[in-house]
């Protein structure tokens, strides 16, 4: 299930935000945010917005808030002024609950977020090229690379691999 | 000449770094920001640097912070993190004084000073494509286009154009 974030996830996020950010192998935020920190970086204030992942015991049951917190989403205007009619969004799955299908329900939301608000596309500026899942979960979406920037992050395992523009148009 | 910004440039800046803006055909900053609020987009704190094209009327000569102003470069790594060893870069040419080279000598500045600060590549998130002066002041200087983000841009003239990614190799 996938629902808007409230403050009280917060505690349920920063642990495997902190272990994905520190794994090197998919975001370029900086080491070491404190949680205050990484909740101001990664909690969209309007016109974005911010949503988990709920793993819910019993279909339908409302449970409290952070309980069951398995991934994140967070998205928005990817500029603003004149090409703030671009979304961009970012996703974040605990690595333990990693092919029970939150990323791509968190993605398909994240779709009709962006149509039913009206823009006409969404960008994402740095998909790590070696984030192969990620790939193929946002190709299957509909989006299209558009461009690698040839060893734009340094993967702490591969060191520099490439970043790629991903896109979807909505325009069509 | 090109020299490091000094806040009392700021006041010379803002008039330029307006127009430009409402303009609507090269930037995609909010319309309308106050002095106080432009100053805090434009101006990097380190590891990013703000530097100003000096219009001197006798070369060598020093003159006061703001006087002789008529251009603006600032820049950066692109990312934090795993993402800064590449470096990004704005412009501001005031348009009266279009045509006289600042922009050049701004972009010239901006390679130099990415090779000497070991970044591996400079890279351009949104030029817009119908600024063709800034595409070939860019191309001129080696960077690429990567790819061009269709409708990205919502040109107060044209409507929806595309935003170039450059991009500008320095770890061959």
Redesign the interface.
């Given at each position: 299930m996938i629902r808007p974030f409230v403050p009280d996830d917060w505690p349920a996020i920063y642990p495997f935000f902190s272990r994905v950010?520190a794994a090197?192998d998919s975001?370029?935020?900086?080491?070491g945010l404190s949680s205050n920190e990484a909740e101001a970086v990664w909690v969209a204030r309007p016109p974005g917005a911010t949503v988990v992942a709920v793993d819910t015991p019993s279909p339908g049951v409302p449970s409290a808030a952070g309980a069951g917190v398995i991934g994140t989403a967070t998205m928005g205007p990817?500029?603003?002024?004149?090409?703030?009619?671009?979304a961009t969004a970012s996703f974040m799955v605990s690595p333990e609950q990693r092919g029970r299908g939150a990323g791509r329900a968190l993605g398909e939301h994240v779709v009709d977020w962006a149509r039913r608000s009206g823009y006409?596309?969404i960008?994402f500026?740095?998909v790590v090229e070696t984030n192969t899942a990620a790939v193929a979960l946002w190709r299957s979406l509909g989006f299209e690379i558009?461009?690698?920037?040839?060893?734009?992050?340094?993967?702490?395992e591969h060191g520099?691999v490439g970043?790629h523009?991903m896109?979807l148009?909505l325009?069509r």
């Open positions: 950010v090197g975001y370029a935020y900086p080491d990817v500029r603003p002024g004149r090409g703030a009619h671009i006409r596309g960008q500026n740095a558009l461009a690698t920037v040839p060893g734009a992050f340094d993967h702490r520099p970043l523009v896109f148009d325009a």
